[in-house]
């Protein structure tokens, strides 16, 4: 079992910044590929970002590219997503996930609770 939570989620005004942090415990951190996703309102999880497992790698929403960026720390078990140029079409509830191997949302074996993220206009 691995155990996600994450912080860092808020109220921000259009075109500021965020980091969201999330923690990991239990099997070994650097074993598994590390994902954020969103959902907002009405809409389905979708992926925003992930990192390979010693964070030579990593992929982004194309809507996301240039304003967030992934990274991991292995050391302290913990994967973070800087937000930078927020717009109101950013918030949702974003998750961090842990899997072996990337692949579609709906197969993505760990999940944390969720945070908040709100950008106003």
């Known amino acids: 079992q691995v155990q996600l939570v994450e912080s860092g989620g808020g109220l921000v005004q259009a075109g500021g910044s965020l980091r969201l942090s999330c923690a990991a415990s239990?099997?070994?951190?650097?074993?598994?590929?590390m994902g954020w996703f969103r959902q907002a309102p009405g809409k389905e999880r979708e992926f925003v970002a992930h990192?390979?497992?010693?964070?030579?790698?990593?992929y982004y929403l194309d809507s996301v590219k240039g304003r967030f960026t992934i990274s991991r720390d292995n050391a302290k078990n913990t994967v973070y997503l800087q937000m930078n140029s927020l717009k109101p079409e950013d918030t949702a509830v974003y998750y961090c996930a842990a899997n072996i191997v990337v692949d579609v949302p709906a197969r993505w074996q760990y999940w944390g609770q969720g945070t908040q993220v709100t950008v106003s206009s």
């Open positions: 990192i390979t497992r010693g964070g030579g790698t990593t």
């Open positions: 239990g099997r070994t951190f650097s074993n598994y590929v």
